[in-house]
């Protein structure tokens, strides 16, 4: 969404409501399931503009740890100081690229904003709960559904040919444990 800052920069208004669907693009393996719902305001307080965004991206993928599927809505806020181009400096650009939204011949490019945003605080791995304990690295077992059986004894990969031996049994076969 372009928003026409020209109003607000002549002194006419000093609030504009923002309300906009859009179509994020997510890391791989996500889908957004539905277009974001993107709410804000731009405010004008004795020429201090400020916008603030906020941002519901319903979305779908696989769980990182157990691949269970995932339905879920990501929200991420923004908020940035508002100043109209020439006003700043390429230094102090260049120092707070994050602290400001530049207006580009009075228009205000709220999709590239709200759309980097997304992109960059989306999570890394999403996760069908927090305390997810995954698939058991033996059988392949959801552990969420309780424990699989599998041993859980590692033995160090070069000392496993002592297993092999008479000595290291115990009576029923199985490599003694201590």
């Known amino acids: 969404m ?47 503009m400020r916008l603030a965004l906020h941002a519901e991206v319903p979305f779908r993928g696989f769980c ?4 269970e599927p995932v339905n879920d809505t990501f929200t991420v806020d923004l908020e940035r100081t508002v100043a109209a181009e020439g006003t700043l400096t390429e230094a102090q650009l260049e120092e707070n690229v994050d602290e400001y939204a530049v207006i580009q011949n009075g228009l205000l490019d709220l999709d590239e904003l ?50 092999n031996y008479e000595w290291a049994k115990d009576e029923d076969e199985s490599p003694k444990t201590k």
Not at 20 to 40: E, Y
């Open 2 to 48: 372009i928003l026409d800052m020209r109003p607000m920069l002549r002194g006419e208004v000093t609030r504009i409501a923002i309300d906009f669907p859009f179509a994020p693009v997510l890391p791989d393996g996500i889908q957004a399931s539905a277009d974001a719902h993107v709410t804000g305001k731009v405010t004008d307080s004795a020429g201090y």
């Open 114 to 163: 709200i759309g980097e945003e997304i992109f960059l605080t989306f999570p890394m791995r999403v996760l069908c709960s927090p305390d997810c304990p995954g698939l058991c690295p033996k059988c392949g077992k959801p552990l969420k559904d309780g424990a699989c059986g599998c041993s859980t004894r590692e033995i160090d990969p070069r000392l496993a040919i002592l297993a």
């Open 64 to 67: 990182a740890r157990c691949l």
